[in-house]
């Protein structure tokens, strides 16, 4: 099976297609640093329907989804773009989790997904 990789560097990938399975790398709000936490999960999740578009898939074939908050003291209003994102009984399994340091102090939230095709 190819392994297919997409806005690569030397030091990772933002999606990579094996097979039929869509890998995402950890997105975070690069439209909208410093910015509220539900500003900054709704750009991420534009990202990653434009990811997810590139790949030929969309959220409907969402399988996983990881995300990571500075604190959980931000779930709900993280949650309340989610849920109206996340719509039509597709929701992927997921997992949120509080990690106090994201890859730089201006993000808050970073959201990593897999998908089918």
Known sequence: MSIERFHTNDRMSQMVIHGDTVYLAGQVALGAPGESVADQTRAILGQIDTLLAEAGTDKSKALSATIWLCSMDDFAEMNEVWDAWA???????????????????????????????
């Open 87 to 117: 719509t039509g009984g597709n929701a992927p399994c997921r997992a949120c989790v509080e990690s106090p340091r994201l890859a730089s102090p201006q993000f808050t939230v970073e959201i990593g997904l897999i998908a089918a095709r």
